[in-house]
């Protein structure tokens, strides 16, 4: 029998074939920690007794949901970390360098072919280069600063097609909110995603991580795109499944018929088209996050509010999501056309998608955000309701004060 990309990965890891549902203890090529899981990383790890991690060059400590501090508290435990760090010769990307997921890809702290442990639910991020990455507690993790190793059960994987190419309007968010609901929020539970099909040409890089940073809006273990078409700035070994792989199940999306999509309070798995949602009333947009806080994604804002107004009472919030990102905007005109459309910055990090600081909404107003999730209290406030869309929709209706088609206006600058 064949091998997913995941068994491939995993088999390589544990020095020996293995495959779905099968126990394996596995090398681990980088570990990820946050300034909200780190703290208590170091804690369980020197509690095992531990010095230095395994590999202080891949262990990465990322200071990104609290940053800057809002608090002593939270700066007293930024303080934590620093100090691990500078003892131990760790990774460090301080304050202001960006989110985790968007550092460990842009600072090549993960490559293709690599098994990735971070102490963050989204890190399945680095599936958009074809590794394998989960997310672990901070224990978890503590065990693999100390080891370099992890065991976990191989998970069976859910083959998507992606098919077609996207129309005017239609971005990676849409093909990922069409994914999660087709499956819903518990429709991969521990169990692999891999993507395919004649529709990866048409995703950048950023459209790769946006799709796989979902998979655990799935209860996904991970979720690998396959690297075909997929362009980096160094040579890799491109891994693909075997032809008579075995999959726990196989779905087809032919992304040409999709319509931009919305998720609707209080999950990401409210998935509607936007027709059913047009003329939604907005206090806020949010542009950023690890899902959708890229240079191409701030391009898509900016080629649809360039000499335009934020609508009236409306308030528009953006966050790159790294510094490299912060810094090519100001430096191609992109932050100018945002900020003088009226759209405020805030540092590169976390803050308001956790709803830590800088950005939280008042009671009952309506947030269309690019962000994951859309829980009651994500953002800050429970009594908030968060739709969640991509850039291009988040720009169309910050416009209009209004939940907007953006396809006529993706079209016009098209052509």
């Not at 947009?285 to 804002?301: I, K, P, Q, S, Y």
């Not at 406030?381 to 720009?395: C, D, E, I, M, Y």
């Not at 088609?405 to 993706?410: A, L, N, Y």
Request: hydrophobic share 40%.
């Amino acid at each position: 029998m064949g091998q997913t990309i995941v068994e491939k990965i995993l088999s390589r890891h544990a020095g020996k074939d293995v495959e779905a549902s099968d126990l394996a203890i596995v090398n681990v090529d980088a570990a990820m920690a946050t300034d909200a899981s780190a703290p208590f990383a170091i804690k369980a790890f020197r509690e095992m007794g531990g010095k230095k991690p395994w590999n202080p060059e891949r262990m990465v400590f990322v200071i990104d949901h609290g940053a800057p501090a809002p608090n002593e508290r939270i700066a007293n435990l930024h303080k934590i970390i620093r100090e691990f760090t500078t003892e131990t010769g760790s990774t460090l990307f301080d304050a202001g360098s960006g989110i985790c997921h968007q550092i460990m890809i842009d600072e090549e702290q993960a490559h293709p072919g690599e098994l990735i442990i971070g102490a963050d639910s989204h890190s399945v991020t680095y599936g958009a280069i074809g590794a394998f990455s989960t997310g672990v507690g901070a224990t978890d993790l503590a065990a693999v600063m100390l080891t370099g190793k992890t065991w976990l059960k191989v998970p069976p994987t859910i083959r998507v097609e992606l098919n077609g190419r996207p129309n005017p309007g239609v971005q990676s968010k849409d093909i990922i909110l069409a994914v999660v609901e087709k499956l819903g929020m518990d429709g991969a539970t521990y169990k692999a995603l891999e993507y395919s099909g004649s529709a990866l040409e048409y995703l950048s890089l950023g459209g790769r991580m946006t799709i796989a940073n979902m998979a655990v809006e799935m209860g996904g273990k991970a979720g690998v795109i396959e690297t075909t078409g997929l362009e980096l700035p160094y040579d890799f070994e491109h891994i693909h499944p075997d032809s008579d792989a075995n999959y726990i199940a196989e779905y087809s999306i032919d992304i040409s018929a999709l319509r931009p999509k919305v998720s609707t309070p209080h999950s990401p798995a409210n998935v509607s088209d936007i027709d059913e949602v047009l003329g939604t009333k907005i206090d806020l947009v949010f542009l950023g996050t690890c899902t959708n806080g890229r240079l191409e994604d701030l391009h898509t804002a900016a080629s649809i509010l360039k000499k335009k107004k934020l609508a009236p009472g409306v308030r528009m919030i953006v966050t790159p999501a790294s510094r490299k990102v912060m810094n090519a905007a100001m430096a191609d005109g992109t932050m100018n056309i945002l900020s003088d459309a009226g759209a405020m910055f805030i540092p590169p990090g976390c803050g308001p998608c956790v709803g830590t600081h800088l950005g939280v909404p008042a009671d009952s107003e309506t947030i269309l955000s690019t962000a994951n999730r859309n829980f009651p209290g994500r953002m800050g406030n429970p009594k908030a309701q968060v739709f969640l869309s991509s850039p291009a929709t988040v720009a169309a209706s910050a416009l209009k004060g209004e939940i907007t088609d953006p396809t006529e206006v993706m079209e016009e600058i098209i052509s």
